[in-house]
Protein backbone atom coordinates (compact mmCIF):
# COMPACT_ATOMS: atom_id res chain seq x y z
CA UNK A 1 0.00 0.00 0.00
CA UNK A 2 2.70 2.28 1.13
CA UNK A 3 4.86 1.76 -2.09
CA UNK A 4 1.17 2.66 -3.98
CA UNK A 5 1.23 5.81 -2.24
CA UNK A 6 4.67 6.81 -3.35
CA UNK A 7 4.00 5.99 -6.87
CA UNK A 8 1.02 8.53 -6.94
CA UNK A 9 3.08 11.00 -5.09
CA UNK A 10 6.03 10.20 -7.68
CA UNK A 11 3.66 11.00 -10.77
CA UNK A 12 2.10 14.08 -9.01
CA UNK A 13 4.87 15.64 -8.50
CA UNK A 14 6.08 14.66 -12.52
CA UNK A 15 2.91 16.13 -13.41
CA UNK A 16 3.29 19.14 -11.68
CA UNK A 17 6.81 19.74 -13.29
CA UNK A 18 5.78 19.11 -16.59
CA UNK A 19 3.14 21.54 -16.10
CA UNK A 20 4.86 24.02 -14.52
CA UNK A 21 8.00 23.60 -17.16
CA UNK A 22 4.77 23.83 -20.05
CA UNK A 23 3.56 26.98 -18.97
CA UNK A 24 6.76 28.58 -18.57
CA UNK A 25 7.07 27.78 -22.20
CA UNK A 26 3.52 28.81 -23.53
CA UNK A 27 4.52 32.07 -22.03
CA UNK A 28 7.74 32.55 -23.56
CA UNK A 29 6.41 31.49 -26.58
CA UNK A 30 3.76 34.29 -26.04
CA UNK A 31 6.88 36.03 -25.81
CA UNK A 32 8.05 34.74 -29.46
CA UNK A 33 4.95 35.93 -30.73
CA UNK A 34 5.86 39.60 -30.30
CA UNK A 35 10.02 39.29 -31.45
CA UNK A 36 8.09 37.66 -34.62
CA UNK A 37 5.79 40.08 -35.12
CA UNK A 38 7.74 43.33 -34.22
CA UNK A 39 11.04 41.93 -36.26
CA UNK A 40 8.30 42.74 -39.95
CA UNK A 41 7.33 45.90 -38.45
CA UNK A 42 10.67 47.12 -36.82
CA UNK A 43 9.09 47.82 -33.60
CA UNK A 44 11.21 47.62 -30.23
CA UNK A 45 9.78 43.97 -28.31
CA UNK A 46 9.75 45.89 -25.25
CA UNK A 47 7.88 49.14 -26.00
CA UNK A 48 5.21 49.54 -26.93
CA UNK A 49 3.06 47.16 -24.63
CA UNK A 50 0.90 44.53 -26.41
CA UNK A 51 -1.78 45.38 -28.56
CA UNK A 52 -4.02 44.51 -31.25
CA UNK A 53 -2.08 44.80 -34.76
CA UNK A 54 -5.29 45.33 -36.69
CA UNK A 55 -7.21 48.10 -34.60
CA UNK A 56 -3.84 49.19 -32.44
CA UNK A 57 -6.29 49.04 -29.17
CA UNK A 58 -3.69 47.92 -26.07
CA UNK A 59 -4.64 44.44 -24.78
CA UNK A 60 -5.56 43.86 -21.39
CA UNK A 61 -3.99 41.32 -18.95
CA UNK A 62 -6.63 38.48 -19.65
CA UNK A 63 -6.18 38.63 -23.73
CA UNK A 64 -2.25 38.04 -23.32
CA UNK A 65 -2.69 34.26 -21.32
CA UNK A 66 -1.37 31.90 -23.65
CA UNK A 67 -3.58 29.45 -25.45
CA UNK A 68 -6.08 30.48 -23.01
CA UNK A 69 -7.20 33.61 -24.18
CA UNK A 70 -7.31 32.43 -27.55
CA UNK A 71 -10.16 30.09 -26.60
CA UNK A 72 -11.56 32.35 -24.81
CA UNK A 73 -11.60 35.62 -27.18
CA UNK A 74 -13.07 32.86 -29.57
CA UNK A 75 -9.97 33.59 -31.79
CA UNK A 76 -10.95 37.20 -32.32
CA UNK A 77 -10.32 40.69 -31.15
CA UNK A 78 -11.80 41.46 -28.01
CA UNK A 79 -12.09 45.30 -29.75
CA UNK A 80 -12.58 45.18 -33.52
CA UNK A 81 -13.67 41.19 -33.94
CA UNK A 82 -10.68 40.97 -36.39
CA UNK A 83 -9.76 37.49 -36.79
CA UNK A 84 -6.51 36.61 -34.64
CA UNK A 85 -4.04 34.56 -36.07
CA UNK A 86 -3.84 30.66 -35.43
CA UNK A 87 0.12 31.44 -35.19
CA UNK A 88 -0.16 32.88 -32.09
CA UNK A 89 -1.37 29.80 -29.73
CA UNK A 90 0.38 27.24 -32.34
CA UNK A 91 3.93 29.10 -31.34
CA UNK A 92 2.73 29.10 -27.54
CA UNK A 93 2.23 25.39 -27.89
CA UNK A 94 4.99 24.27 -29.58
CA UNK A 95 7.27 26.56 -27.32
CA UNK A 96 5.50 24.63 -24.44
CA UNK A 97 6.19 21.19 -25.75
CA UNK A 98 10.01 22.03 -26.53
CA UNK A 99 10.25 23.37 -22.99
CA UNK A 100 9.22 20.57 -21.44
CA UNK A 101 11.35 17.81 -24.18
CA UNK A 102 14.22 20.37 -23.40
CA UNK A 103 13.94 19.80 -19.35
CA UNK A 104 13.63 15.99 -19.38
CA UNK A 105 16.68 15.82 -21.75
CA UNK A 106 18.78 18.45 -19.69
CA UNK A 107 17.01 18.32 -16.08
CA UNK A 108 17.94 21.39 -13.58
CA UNK A 109 21.53 22.68 -14.77
CA UNK A 110 23.17 25.76 -16.33
CA UNK A 111 23.02 24.03 -19.87
CA UNK A 112 19.00 23.89 -19.91
CA UNK A 113 18.71 27.69 -19.92
CA UNK A 114 20.89 27.72 -22.94
CA UNK A 115 19.02 25.01 -24.54
CA UNK A 116 15.94 26.95 -24.07
CA UNK A 117 17.10 29.81 -25.77
CA UNK A 118 18.39 27.77 -28.17
CA UNK A 119 14.99 26.63 -28.99
CA UNK A 120 13.09 29.81 -28.37
CA UNK A 121 15.61 31.33 -31.81
CA UNK A 122 15.06 28.21 -33.56
CA UNK A 123 11.22 28.57 -33.56
CA UNK A 124 11.85 32.46 -34.63
CA UNK A 125 13.73 31.64 -37.62
CA UNK A 126 11.74 28.97 -38.72
CA UNK A 127 8.58 31.19 -38.30
CA UNK A 128 9.99 34.04 -40.22
CA UNK A 129 11.16 32.26 -43.27
CA UNK A 130 8.02 30.67 -43.38
CA UNK A 131 5.28 33.24 -43.18
CA UNK A 132 7.77 35.79 -45.34
CA UNK A 133 11.15 33.98 -46.25
CA UNK A 134 13.23 36.35 -44.21
CA UNK A 135 15.76 35.44 -42.03
CA UNK A 136 16.81 38.42 -39.57
CA UNK A 137 20.23 38.70 -39.15
CA UNK A 138 19.60 40.02 -35.14
CA UNK A 139 18.08 36.15 -34.98
CA UNK A 140 20.96 34.40 -36.27
CA UNK A 141 23.65 36.45 -34.71
CA UNK A 142 22.15 35.75 -31.79
CA UNK A 143 21.86 32.28 -31.94
CA UNK A 144 25.81 32.17 -33.06
CA UNK A 145 26.92 34.19 -29.96
CA UNK A 146 24.67 31.82 -27.41
CA UNK A 147 26.82 28.84 -29.24
CA UNK A 148 29.90 30.62 -28.72
CA UNK A 149 29.27 31.94 -25.04
CA UNK A 150 27.68 28.38 -24.08
CA UNK A 151 30.67 26.25 -25.54
CA UNK A 152 33.24 28.71 -23.72
CA UNK A 153 30.72 28.19 -20.79
CA UNK A 154 31.71 23.95 -21.20
CA UNK A 155 35.43 24.86 -22.09
CA UNK A 156 35.89 27.16 -18.74
CA UNK A 157 34.42 24.51 -16.69
CA UNK A 158 36.56 21.76 -17.79
CA UNK A 159 39.18 23.73 -17.16
CA UNK A 160 38.22 24.66 -13.86
CA UNK A 161 37.37 21.09 -13.02
CA UNK A 162 40.79 19.27 -14.05
CA UNK A 163 42.71 22.66 -11.96
CA UNK A 164 41.27 21.27 -9.37
CA UNK A 165 42.42 17.99 -9.76
CA UNK A 166 46.23 16.62 -9.34
CA UNK A 167 45.56 16.19 -13.50
CA UNK A 168 46.61 20.59 -13.38
CA UNK A 169 45.37 22.78 -16.53
CA UNK A 170 44.56 20.72 -19.78
CA UNK A 171 47.64 21.10 -21.96
CA UNK A 172 47.80 18.62 -24.03
CA UNK A 173 47.45 19.62 -28.15
CA UNK A 174 44.58 17.14 -28.35
CA UNK A 175 42.21 19.19 -25.75
CA UNK A 176 42.85 22.35 -27.77
CA UNK A 177 42.18 21.00 -30.98
CA UNK A 178 38.91 18.55 -28.96
CA UNK A 179 37.65 21.32 -26.52
CA UNK A 180 33.99 22.35 -26.77
CA UNK A 181 34.80 26.28 -27.88
CA UNK A 182 37.26 25.07 -30.40
CA UNK A 183 34.90 22.50 -31.92
CA UNK A 184 32.26 25.39 -32.17
CA UNK A 185 34.44 27.97 -33.84
CA UNK A 186 35.00 24.81 -36.84
CA UNK A 187 31.67 24.23 -36.66
CA UNK A 188 30.59 27.86 -37.31
CA UNK A 189 33.43 28.22 -40.24
CA UNK A 190 32.63 24.87 -41.60
CA UNK A 191 28.43 25.67 -41.52
CA UNK A 192 29.33 28.76 -43.54
CA UNK A 193 32.03 26.98 -46.16
CA UNK A 194 29.21 23.87 -46.42
CA UNK A 195 26.46 26.13 -46.98
CA UNK A 196 28.16 28.77 -49.04
CA UNK A 197 29.69 26.63 -51.43
CA UNK A 198 26.51 24.29 -51.96
CA UNK A 199 24.51 27.89 -52.35
CA UNK A 200 26.77 28.90 -55.52
CA UNK A 201 26.33 25.45 -57.32
CA UNK A 202 23.09 26.62 -57.77
CA UNK A 203 23.90 28.89 -59.88
CA UNK A 204 25.30 26.33 -62.25
CA UNK A 205 22.10 23.95 -61.98
CA UNK A 206 19.68 27.40 -61.93
CA UNK A 207 21.49 30.14 -62.21
CA UNK A 208 20.63 31.67 -58.76
CA UNK A 209 22.02 30.92 -55.54
CA UNK A 210 20.27 27.32 -54.46
CA UNK A 211 19.49 28.96 -51.14
CA UNK A 212 19.57 32.31 -49.39
CA UNK A 213 22.13 33.60 -47.20
CA UNK A 214 20.12 33.35 -43.76
CA UNK A 215 20.54 30.45 -44.69
CA UNK A 216 23.99 30.17 -44.14
CA UNK A 217 23.92 31.94 -41.06
CA UNK A 218 22.02 29.81 -39.48
CA UNK A 219 23.97 26.84 -40.21
CA UNK A 220 26.75 29.09 -39.08
CA UNK A 221 24.60 29.28 -35.81
CA UNK A 222 24.05 25.73 -35.66
CA UNK A 223 27.85 25.00 -35.98
CA UNK A 224 28.31 27.29 -33.11
CA UNK A 225 26.00 25.11 -31.19
CA UNK A 226 26.73 21.93 -31.69
CA UNK A 227 29.84 21.74 -33.07
CA UNK A 228 31.62 20.79 -36.21
CA UNK A 229 31.12 17.34 -36.08
CA UNK A 230 27.33 17.80 -35.38
CA UNK A 231 26.80 20.24 -38.06
CA UNK A 232 27.60 17.52 -40.60
CA UNK A 233 25.05 15.53 -38.76
CA UNK A 234 22.65 18.73 -39.17
CA UNK A 235 23.01 19.31 -42.43
CA UNK A 236 22.18 15.72 -43.60
CA UNK A 237 19.35 15.56 -41.52
CA UNK A 238 17.71 19.04 -42.81
CA UNK A 239 18.52 17.46 -46.20
CA UNK A 240 16.24 14.35 -45.77
CA UNK A 241 13.73 16.55 -43.97
CA UNK A 242 13.41 19.06 -46.96
CA UNK A 243 12.86 16.36 -49.16
CA UNK A 244 10.46 14.53 -47.73
CA UNK A 245 8.54 17.71 -47.64
CA UNK A 246 9.50 19.37 -51.09
CA UNK A 247 10.12 16.00 -53.18
CA UNK A 248 5.74 15.41 -53.10
CA UNK A 249 4.86 18.84 -53.94
CA UNK A 250 7.39 19.05 -57.00
CA UNK A 251 6.34 15.66 -58.31
CA UNK A 252 2.73 17.14 -57.83
CA UNK A 253 3.98 20.57 -59.73
CA UNK A 254 5.42 18.40 -62.95
CA UNK A 255 2.56 16.36 -63.37
CA UNK A 256 0.21 19.35 -63.36
CA UNK A 257 2.94 21.20 -66.43
CA UNK A 258 2.95 17.65 -68.19
CA UNK A 259 6.11 16.26 -67.20
CA UNK A 260 4.79 12.97 -67.22
CA UNK A 261 8.23 11.42 -68.15
CA UNK A 262 9.91 13.19 -64.80
CA UNK A 263 7.79 11.89 -62.55
CA UNK A 264 7.43 8.67 -63.71
CA UNK A 265 11.33 8.54 -63.99
CA UNK A 266 11.11 10.01 -59.94
CA UNK A 267 8.33 7.32 -58.69
CA UNK A 268 10.54 4.55 -60.34
CA UNK A 269 13.63 5.42 -58.75
CA UNK A 270 12.08 5.61 -55.05
CA UNK A 271 10.56 2.05 -55.94
CA UNK A 272 13.41 0.20 -57.15
CA UNK A 273 15.93 1.81 -54.46
CA UNK A 274 13.33 0.27 -51.72
CA UNK A 275 12.90 -3.26 -53.74
CA UNK A 276 16.49 -3.30 -54.43
CA UNK A 277 17.23 -2.28 -50.45
CA UNK A 278 14.06 -5.07 -48.97
CA UNK A 279 16.10 -7.86 -51.20
CA UNK A 280 19.43 -6.84 -50.51
CA UNK A 281 18.78 -7.14 -46.60
CA UNK A 282 15.88 -9.79 -46.73
CA UNK A 283 16.89 -12.17 -48.96
CA UNK A 284 19.94 -13.61 -50.88
CA UNK A 285 19.10 -12.65 -54.67
CA UNK A 286 22.23 -10.66 -54.35
CA UNK A 287 24.56 -13.18 -53.26
CA UNK A 288 25.97 -13.67 -57.22
CA UNK A 289 27.78 -10.68 -58.11
CA UNK A 290 26.97 -10.18 -61.60
CA UNK A 291 23.55 -10.14 -60.36
CA UNK A 292 23.92 -7.44 -58.10
CA UNK A 293 26.58 -5.29 -60.16
CA UNK A 294 23.45 -5.79 -62.94
CA UNK A 295 20.66 -5.12 -60.67
CA UNK A 296 22.67 -1.37 -59.40
CA UNK A 297 23.28 -0.68 -63.17
CA UNK A 298 19.59 -0.69 -63.93
CA UNK A 299 19.30 1.45 -60.29
CA UNK A 300 21.98 4.01 -61.23
CA UNK A 301 20.74 4.91 -64.97
CA UNK A 302 17.01 5.23 -63.75
CA UNK A 303 18.66 7.19 -61.33
CA UNK A 304 20.86 9.16 -63.78
CA UNK A 305 17.75 9.49 -65.70
CA UNK A 306 15.89 11.31 -63.21
CA UNK A 307 18.70 13.28 -62.40
CA UNK A 308 18.55 14.85 -65.54
CA UNK A 309 14.51 15.14 -65.43
CA UNK A 310 14.88 17.10 -62.44
CA UNK A 311 17.72 19.39 -63.44
CA UNK A 312 16.30 20.50 -66.54
CA UNK A 313 12.87 21.06 -64.47
CA UNK A 314 14.76 23.16 -62.04
CA UNK A 315 16.52 25.01 -64.85
CA UNK A 316 12.79 26.51 -66.14
CA UNK A 317 12.46 28.89 -63.74
CA UNK A 318 8.25 28.91 -63.90
CA UNK A 319 8.69 25.11 -63.03
CA UNK A 320 10.72 25.85 -59.72
CA UNK A 321 9.31 24.47 -56.61
CA UNK A 322 10.63 26.64 -53.83
CA UNK A 323 10.46 25.72 -49.93
CA UNK A 324 12.81 27.55 -47.39
CA UNK A 325 15.47 25.52 -45.95
CA UNK A 326 15.55 27.36 -43.17
CA UNK A 327 12.92 25.63 -41.25
CA UNK A 328 14.21 22.33 -42.26
CA UNK A 329 18.02 23.50 -40.90
CA UNK A 330 16.06 24.30 -37.41
CA UNK A 331 14.38 21.36 -37.13
CA UNK A 332 17.17 19.50 -37.45
CA UNK A 333 19.00 21.39 -35.00
CA UNK A 334 16.30 20.73 -32.66
CA UNK A 335 16.01 17.05 -32.99
CA UNK A 336 19.77 16.68 -31.84
CA UNK A 337 19.06 19.47 -28.52
CA UNK A 338 16.28 17.07 -27.34
CA UNK A 339 17.77 13.70 -28.51
CA UNK A 340 20.69 12.03 -27.82
CA UNK A 341 20.97 11.40 -31.70
CA UNK A 342 24.67 13.22 -32.00
CA UNK A 343 27.99 12.32 -32.03
CA UNK A 344 29.31 15.08 -29.52
CA UNK A 345 26.35 16.61 -27.35
CA UNK A 346 28.16 17.58 -24.02
Keep these: MDNNVDYKTLYFIIFLIIFFVFMIGTIIGSFLNVVILRAFSGESIVLPPSKC ?14 IISYLLLRGKCYFCKEKISIQYPIIEFITGVLFVLVFFKFGVQISTIF ?16 KERVVFDAHTYSLIAVGLIYNGYLTGQEVFEQINTIVGFPSSMMWFVTNPLTSSLVGLLLGVIIMETVARIGYLVAGDRAFGEGDTYIAAGLGAVFGWVNILIILLLSLIIQFAFTFPLFVVKQFKLGKYKTVASLILFIIMSGCYAYLDFKT ?9 LAAFAVLLIVAVYACISTLKGIKEKNNLTYLPFGPALAIAGIILLITNFSWTLY
Excluded: M, R, Y
Aim: charged residues 15%; positive net charge.
Design 53 to 66: PKCGNKLKWWHNIP
Design 115 to 130: AFIIASLLVVISVTDI
Design 284 to 292: NVFETLWIQ
